[in-house]
């Protein structure tokens, strides 16, 4: 794994990368490159078979696959799967997975952070609403 500097050159050797295709600071194209890896095709059929698995990865790839459609969410996952792959190599470390449960919460917590944050700027607060199961915020001018 010495062959590449970083996981970003193993990802993009492999065409998981996304490209990057600027002109006068607009994004013309983002689309990754067309390849015959076969260890990216491993890697693509890897992510797809995760549409029903109960890991972190799979709640990853579902969550892709509802924004992006499943193509950009295969590879979107193979390229996750990828850097995985090579920190493990790379660094001798084990992959933990903390399952499906724990991603979902950590994304819950992302997005209300993020909505909390954004409030705040427009100068508005996000209080509490007495619901049965606790995910209702009423939304109020400070």
């Known amino acids: 794994m010495s062959r590449w500097k970083s996981e970003k050159h193993c990802s993009s050797w492999l065409g998981l990368s996304p490209g990057n295709k600027v002109s006068g600071g607009k994004i013309l194209s983002s689309k990754t490159k067309p390849t015959t890896n076969r260890a990216a095709a491993a890697l693509h059929m890897a992510a797809f078979t995760l549409s029903n698995s109960k890991i972190a990865l799979g709640a990853y790839y579902r969550r892709m696959r509802s924004r992006h459609g499943a193509p950009k969410a295969i590879t979107a996952t193979a390229h996750k ?15 933990v997975d903390q399952g499906q ?8 917590d992302r997005v209300m952070k993020n909505l909390k944050r954004r409030a705040a700027q427009l100068g508005f607060a996000l209080v509490p609403s007495s619901n049965e199961n606790g995910l209702a915020f009423e939304v109020s001018r400070t």
């Not at 724990?102 to 994304?107: A, G, I, K, N, S």
Request: aromatic share 22%.
């Open 81 to 95: 799967l990828a850097r995985l792959i090579y920190s493990m190599l790379r660094h001798g470390t084990e992959y």
């Open 101 to 108: 449960d724990y991603y979902e919460q950590r994304y819950q």
